[in-house]
């Protein structure tokens, strides 16, 4: 039995063993702690992250689109860029015409307002017929009552309670009737104003259109007067082209220049050279010429210097031609 009564990690022979053992142990504590940060709490901070981007994303879109919807300064600018979409679009699929655009639309406004008299002059048609049924249920009454007051004078109480009730209903029908054509008549009244103020706006209308039609038709040779002199004293097409014409009749001009310059610096050299090579031709021909002249006149000095012998033949030696040579 061991007396070492020493905890087991003091005792010098379980030292080197128990720092193994704590070393393995703190290891795989490390690891598992890694182990479960990675797989726990990492993907749950990336989660979290990530829906935090989404919810500021989503605020934002939110916040913009209240401003938009709220906005009047860019319902005016969402309003003005979708006319000019919309007007190019059309511009790119048809040519417009805005004169025979209002002539189309004047058109439709007099066909509304002939189908507006049409439906007035139904209603005056209706507005008569409920006029003649007034007077016609106003004459029926009055003839039931005088037919109730003579059958009471004779004693017809039967025949007197008839027609006093047909009077009273057809008195009720014509109170009723009376409202109704009091509402027509009233809207007969407003139709008649209606028709009024609708003829005198599309006359309006076509007066307008016509004064632009004569603007247009006096404006339409200014303006192309107009432009084809800025063609050619402004900024235009003309002018460019002129203008790209004399640039480029200056360039090449400095083109050619330049290579005449180069051509000029290149043959100097040439030139320098041919001019030395023929003045000191023209030097050696003016020394040979004065050599030559010098060399004549010695020759010519000589030769009158010496005056001519003649050639005196002896007598017994003139043989045969001395009678010719004395001839």
């Known amino acids: 039995m061991d007396s070492d009564t020493r905890p087991w990690y003091q005792k010098k022979d379980n030292l080197l063993g128990g720092s193994i053992l704590l070393t393995i142990m703190a290891g795989l504590t490390g690891a598992a702690l890694f182990l479960w940060g990675s797989t726990v ?3 749950y901070i990336i989660s979290a992250v990530t829906n935090m981007i989404h919810l500021g994303v989503v605020i934002t879109i939110a916040l913009a ?3 938009v919807a709220t906005s009047p300064e ?3 600018e969402i309003s003005r860029v979708w006319r000019l979409m919309t007007r190019k679009l059309t ?3 048809i ?8 002539e189309t639309t004047l058109e439709r406004q007099q066909k509304g307002l002939d189908e507006i008299i049409a439906a007035r002059n139904n209603v005056a048609g209706q507005l008569k017929g409920l006029d003649q049924r007034i007077k016609k249920n106003a004459d029926k009454i009055e003839a039931d009552l005088q037919q109730a007051q003579l059958a009471e004078k004779q004693g017809d109480m039967r025949s007197r309670g008839l027609m006093s009730e047909e009077a009273q209903a057809l008195g009720i029908s014509n109170k009723n009737i009376t409202a109704t054509r009091n509402k027509i008549a009233e809207v007969f009244s407003k139709l008649n104003r209606i028709v009024d103020a609708t003829d005198y706006s599309i006359k309006k209308n076509r007066s307008t259109l016509q004064i632009q039609k004569d603007e247009i038709q006096a404006i339409l040779p200014a303006n192309a007067a107009m432009n084809k002199a800025w063609s050619i004293i402004g900024d ?7 203008e790209l014409a004399i640039q480029t009749i200056t360039d090449k001009a400095n083109r050619e220049m330049a290579e005449i310059d180069s051509l000029m610096d290149l043959s100097q050299p040439m030139i320098t050279g041919s001019e030395l ?3 000191v031709n023209q030097q050696n021909a003016l020394k040979a010429l004065e050599d030559w002249e010098k060399k004549s006149t010695l020759l010519i000095s000589s030769a009158r210097d010496v005056t001519p012998q003649p050639n005196i033949i002896p007598d017994g030696k003139q043989g ?3 009678d010719l040579l004395k001839q």
Do not use: L
Request: glycine letters at 10%; proline letters at 6%; zero cysteines.
């Open 91 to 93: 511009y790119a699929i």
């Open 74 to 76: 860019i319902h005016n």
């Open 95 to 102: 040519t417009y015409d805005p004169i025979g655009d209002a």
């Open 277 to 279: 090579e023929k003045g």
């Open 236 to 242: 235009g097409a003309e002018k460019q082209r002129f």
């Open 320 to 322: 045969r031609f001395a």
């Open 41 to 43: 709490i990492v993907p």
């Open 65 to 67: 689109m209240f401003f």
